[in-house]
T-cell receptor, first 109, second 115 residues
Framework: DAKTTQPTSMDCAEGRAANLPCNHSTISGNEYVYWYRQIHSQGPQYIIHGLKNNETNEMASLIITEDRKSSTLILPHATLRDTAVYYCIAPYNNNDMRFGAGTRLTVKP | ETGVTQTPRHLVMGMTNKKSLKCEQHLGHNAMYWYKQSAKKPLELMFVYSLEERVENNSVPSRFSPECPNSSHLFLHLHTLQPEDSALYLC????????FGDGYTFGSGTRLTVV
């Protein structure tokens, strides 16, 4: 896996966009970037993944820089239920999804 | 049933007991995984099964023994565990064969307490 670096924690106001950064400067050309989140004591939930192009789905948007060395997960209108630990992963292959410490996002009223 | 189902949700066992955790996926995936999450620690990948063959064993003690009888079922057999093995055990599944897919689907986990 390419090493990823994320801030330990972030706060966001309810209703505002939450922008979660991830650095993956050693990522190779064929390694995707995956994002998951884990709400307390539940199994992680897949959010989105991408290779080069920006991606959007019903949960979030993923912005990947042109050099692919970093990415940002955007939750456009954060709610209290988005409070969770968010993981950015760049696996060598999709048999090898290894989770780091992630970013603890707290959405505040 | 949909998704990934793990049973039991909670398990308390003594150090001399033998128990098994069960995972079942209803997604048609062909790979399954066991993860361990101890308190305040990141998830640790324990075992990987792809096309029903074990492809990874991340230096897991032999008191944990996985079994994958078919692509929909995964077991983790436990014996002579230690209190430090108390953790949330998570099962996941995915589709492999293409280079990358839509990521893993996780179950809700089994909360194991060893007394």
């Amino acid at each position: 896996d390419a090493k990823t670096t994320q801030p330990t924690s972030m706060d966001c106001a309810e209703g505002r966009a939450a922008n979660l950064p991830c650095n993956h400067s050693t990522i190779s050309g064929n390694e995707y970037v995956y994002w998951y989140r884990q709400i307390h004591s539940q199994g992680p939930q897949y959010i989105i993944h991408g290779l080069k192009n920006n991606e959007t789905n019903e949960m979030a948007s993923l912005i990947i820089t042109e050099d692919r060395k970093s990415s940002t997960l955007i939750l456009p209108h954060a709610t209290l239920r988005d409070t969770a630990v968010y993981y950015c992963i760049a696996p060598y292959n999709n048999n090898d999804m290894r989770f780091g410490a992630g970013t603890r996002l707290t959405v505040k009223p | 049933e949909t998704g990934v189902t793990q049973t039991p949700r909670h398990l308390v066992m003594g150090m001399t007991n033998k128990k098994s955790l069960k995972c079942e996926q209803h997604l048609g995936h062909n790979a399954m995984y066991w993860y361990k999450q101890s308190a305040k620690k990141p998830l640790e990948l324990m075992f990987v099964y792809s096309l029903e063959e074990r492809v990874e064993n991340n230096s897991v003690p032999s008191r944990f023994s996985p079994e994958c009888p078919n692509s929909s079922h995964l077991f983790l057999h436990l014996h002579t565990l230690q209190p430090e093995d108390s953790a949330l055990y998570l099962c996941a599944s995915s589709q492999v064969g293409t280079l990358f897919g839509d990521g893993y689907t996780f179950g809700s986990g089994t909360r194991l307490t060893v007394v």
